[in-house]
């Protein structure tokens, strides 16, 4: 029943002690009953002890399941990434005072993390994260594995990679119904270049966003299906061509530029690996056009068009050169590693090449390294170990080869 937890919560509120409350009507040992749902008790003593309280015990009924209800929605506008009525919903129940009960305070709070890091606000997501770390003893089942599901999305947008895995494969699916965590273990997998076990968990995500016609979330799915099948080698490019232009036609379908921008980008980027640089810069610009210049994916997509531009000679060097300047300054001023990849480029454009391989070496390798995003650190290794070879200098490219396939699994050995 729901009317005793209502009555415990207005009495705590109210700073009354059990005996307080029920001299007069009923027991202290009755009313502590009550309050635990351990026995069965008259209308008449809960309408006494509700008119005490200077509640409508109905009312605050009717409260209580329309709060509860609000909850899910919540929790289904986060995942549908549906921002704005996200952002309603959450102003809505921090008006509620009921949203301070125990069982929806746990999952107030884990959706509040849910909504920070949805907004980018990492900072305060870590300090809510911690809060409730301090209660896990608490949690049921279903927030337990709700935090695991939330760290999990912490730390991959922290880019730390291998402690999102670690926290995503601990979620036990019979307590947790919320699927969606397969594709944040896709994109894991992905950014540690384990590309069959991105495919197989985006497949299970794709199969559950069908199921609960979360359109936005299928086009994520999609994108990130179609670059497990270009990462180990080109697919027909004229078949992912038409992939892409799908998934134009479906942002156009359910009005998200937002979601628009993310399919030009990856549409540029694919062009970019297969040196069709004029189509490459043409899809970024197209993506830059629907950002807001404020966010992170703004400062990866412009690094993307400098990097597109230079490389296919479309664009004057020094108009570049202001450019990557804009964007290492909005880096550095959010605090965002992208600062690297724009004073990288700043280095190749100056042809100042012994910055620009130390900064590889001393700063971005070892970055990588740590967060374990093994893509990148593939990609730099081996672009050290052909400039200390070039340069002659052959203890760093051999330290740096004996690095590279020490990383190596044998099909024969995989063990």
């Known amino acids: 029943m729901v009317e005793e937890k209502i009555i415990k919560f207005y009495r705590e509120k109210s700073g009354l002690t059990q005996a307080q409350l029920c001299e007069g009507i009923c027991s202290v040992t009755h009313l502590s009953k009550i309050e635990r749902g351990l026995t069965e008790y008259s209308k008449e003593i809960t ?3 509700a008119q005490r309280l200077k509640i409508n015990l109905q009312a605050e009924t009717n409260r209580y399941h329309r709060l509860s209800k609000k909850l899910q929605q919540w929790e289904q506008a986060i995942v549908m990434q549906h921002g704005a009525e996200s952002k309603t919903y959450r102003e809505e129940l921090e008006k509620e005072p009921l949203i301070k009960m125990p069982e929806f305070q746990q999952i107030y709070q884990l959706l509040s993390v849910r909504y920070f890091l949805f907004n980018q606000d990492l900072n305060t997501a870590n300090q809510l994260i911690k809060e409730i770390q301090r209660q ?31 926290h995503l494969t601990k979620i036990d699916i019979e307590h947790y119904n919320n699927e969606e965590y397969f594709y944040h273990l896709a994109l894991a997998y992905h950014s540690v270049h384990s590309n069959i076990t991105a495919y197989y968990y985006g497949k299970k995500a794709l199969s559950f966003f069908q199921r609960t016609l979360n359109i936005l979330r299928i086009i994520d799915t999609e994108l990130m299906l179609i670059v497990q099948l ?35 980008h990856n549409f540029g980027f694919e062009c970019y690996r297969r040196k069709l640089y004029s189509e490459s810069v043409g899809y970024f610009n197209d993506a830059l056009a629907l950002m807001d210049q404020s966010s992170p994916q703004y400062l990866t997509t412009l690094y993307q068009y400098i990097n597109a531009s230079y490389r296919g000679k479309l664009t004057p060097v020094t108009t570049l050169l202001t450019l990557a300047e804009k964007g290492f300054k909005g880096a550095k001023k959010i605090n965002s590693p992208q600062w690297m990849d724009f004073q990288m480029v700043i280095y190749e454009m100056k ?23 093994f893509i990148l650190v593939e990609h730099y290794e081996r672009k050290l170990f052909y400039y200390y070879s070039e340069k002659g200098d052959l203890k760093k490219a051999m330290k740096i080869a004996h690095s590279y396939i020490g990383s190596k699994t044998s099909f024969y050995d995989h063990h």
Not at 136 to 161: A, V
Not at 246 to 260: E, G, I, N, T, W
């Open 47 to 49: 309408g006494m002890l």
């Open 136 to 166: 896990e003893g608490i949690l049921s089942g279903y927030t337990r594995n709700m935090l695991k599901h939330i760290i999990g999305i912490y730390y991959f947008q922290m880019g730390e990679f291998r402690h999102c895995i670690e």
């Open 230 to 264: 270009n990462a180990k080698e080109l697919h027909h490019f004229e078949e992912t061509k038409e992939k892409y232009e799908q998934l134009l036609k479906l942002c156009d379908s359910v009005r998200s530029p937002a979601y628009k921008a993310k399919v030009y």
């Open 351 to 373: 042809d100042d090449n012994e910055n620009y391989y130390t900064l590889i070496e001393e700063t971005i390798l070892p970055y990588y390294q740590k967060i374990g995003y």
